[in-house]
Nanobody
């Protein structure tokens, strides 16, 4: 699976961005898709997931502000980010795994999100 993420940029606190991740190479609908992020000097952390069965999951700090969605017809997963905070500044990565796999093993290049205060 090849993943390409885009949509990052510079936004003021309180603003919004939508990230997109286009996948190719396998049957997209069979894969769990997720977004991770890594801030400067910090470890990579889970942000949100959209599972092949249709459910979603979020880290607590983004609940109510971020929405993950997927369009299986377009082989694309989205992350709508609202009410952005400076603490959301990070390199955001798209990841994929086959639905029965344990860990995410396909990764795209990151897209940078910078939130200014």
């Amino acid at each position: 699976v090849q993943l390409q993420a885009f949509g990052g940029g510079l936004v003021q606190a309180g603003g919004s961005l939508r990230l997109s991740c286009a996948a190719s190479g396998r049957t997209f609908s069979n894969y769990d898709m997720a977004w991770f992020r890594q801030a400067p000097g910090k470890e990579r952390e889970f942000v949100a997931a959209a599972y092949s069965g249709g459910s979603t999951n979020y880290r607590d700090s983004v609940k109510g502000r971020f929405t993950i969605s997927r369009d299986n017809a377009k082989n694309t997963v989205y992350l709508q980010m609202n009410s952005l905070e400076p603490e959301d500044t990070a390199l955001y990565y798209c990841a994929a795994k086959y639905s029965s796999a344990g860990a995410y093993n396909y990764w795209g290049h990151g897209t940078l999100v910078t939130v200014s205060s």
